[in-house]
């Protein structure tokens, strides 16, 4: 990997590790876990406004690293506009257990995050329904669990932007912030 790849990389997991309150974090609950490549289409229909390929690229990104993707992710948007097609290639933690913990090259834990205009900071009031159509494709496919969700897209002037969608996932954290919950939980006394 060069350079600027493992330094991509680093901004990226710094990015999804901050979409999660480390105040959440046990320690007991880390898993050993390795990464497993996904690579899907995602196409979009009728979006009710004009996407540039930017704003998707960004969107998609901010959506993926909050659900815990590698950074290293690839994403190429093609015709942008109202009904794009997105190509997904990224790497999202599995859990691995008994003989197979050998392969870990990292430490995950389950957790719940929620989107939503200005979470991650991409995300606007005016994506409800490109958030719709995510939760609809992408996170029907991936190993995330939808656990609550409330979209407004249609609704009077008010209510509009006013979305959210819950997603229980599994997300990589550091060594160090596993070290320091464990650190936390000792009792006095070194026991």
């Known amino acids: 990997m060069s350079y600027s ?11 999804a590790l ?14 050993p876990a390795v990464w497993i490549p996904h690579d899907t289409l995602v196409d979009l229909e009728n979006l009710p406004e004009n996407y540039s390929c930017d704003e998707l690229w960004y969107k998609f ?7 815990g993707a590698r950074g290293d992710l690839k994403i190429t948007v093609d015709r942008c506009g109202r009904s794009p097609s997105v190509h997904l290639q990224f790497s999202l933690p599995r859990a691995v257990g ?51 969700y409330r979209f407004t ?17 599994l997300r990589p954290v550091s060594a160090t ?4 919950s464990a650190g936390s939980q000792r ?3 070194g026991g």
Do not use: H, M
């Not at 790849?5 to 990015?15: E, H, K």
């Not at 901050?18 to 898993?31: M, R």
């Not at 991650?120 to 995510?134: G, K, W």
């Open 98 to 148: 008994g003989s197979d913990v050998k392969y870990a090259t990292l430490q995950a834990i389950n957790g719940t995050l929620q989107l939503q205009a200005g979470r991650p900071a991409t995300l606007q009031a005016s994506d409800c329904e490109l958030l719709r159509q995510i939760k609809e494709t992408l996170l029907s496919e991936l190993p995330v669990r939808v656990t609550s």
């Open 5 to 15: 790849g493992a330094c991509a990389a680093a901004v990226g997991l710094s990015f």
């Open 153 to 169: 897209c249609e609704a009077p002037r008010g209510d509009v932007g006013r979305y959210r969608l819950s997603v229980q996932a």
């Open 187 to 189: 009792l006095p006394g």
């Open 18 to 31: 901050a979409a999660f309150p480390t105040a959440a974090l046990d320690a007991g609950a880390a898993k």
């Open 177 to 180: 912030a596993v070290a320091a």
């Open 61 to 67: 990104r901010d959506v993926l690293l909050a659900l």
